[in-house]
């Protein structure tokens, strides 16, 4: 369990990395509640921006989440979009950490991803005492070898 824990860690790391500042309530349309009230098949296709709406240097920023674009909903799309625009002013290896954590989290499915956006969400309402032992175990954890973190992330696919 333990050893699931840091790969699940893993995951939320990643989306707090990504994660933008909560915008700001006094900007939000207040039409936004009717739009949800609406049936699906008329909010998707109202909601935006659309792909084909990102400039070309979003496009190349966001490629990896071309694919689940239009499932996205709005505020997620809005983060992503915040994310794109400084993007240009991040140094080579924070672009790179970027890419390579945007790349894991198109990759998990929807259910990995309300689990890892539900424990980032625990974890942030946790005691500073229990956040300060959870950066100790994975500071533990990525001091590891590359060849025992991936034995730990894969001991729970074994088990099941």
């Known amino acids: 369990m333990t050893r699931f824990f840091g790969f699940l860690l893993t995951l939320i790391l990643t989306t707090a990395a990504l ?50 674009w239009e499932s996205l909903d709005p505020e997620r799309r809005r983060k992503w979009i915040g994310i794109a625009k400084r993007y240009p002013t991040m140094k080579a290896q924070e672009q790179e950490r ?43 954890y990525q001091a590891l070898p590359e060849r025992e973190r991936e034995a730990l992330t894969a001991e729970p696919r074994r088990r099941k």
Not at 22 to 36: E, G, I, T
Not at 102 to 112: D, F, H, R, T, V
Not at 124 to 133: G, L, S
């Open 19 to 68: 994660a933008e500042p909560p915008v700001d309530v006094a900007r939000k349309p207040s039409a936004k509640p009717a739009a949800k009230a609406k049936p699906a098949a008329k909010a998707k296709a109202q909601v935006r921006p659309a792909w084909a709406e990102l400039t070309a240097e979003q496009q190349r920023t966001l490629a990896p989440l071309k694919a689940d």
């Open 98 to 140: 970027v890419q390579r954590r945007m790349q894991a989290w198109a990759k998990l499915s929807p259910e990995q991803r309300r689990q890892a956006r539900e424990t980032y969400k625990q974890i942030v309402k946790a005691p500073p005492e229990k956040r300060a032992n959870l950066r100790q175990q994975w500071a533990e």
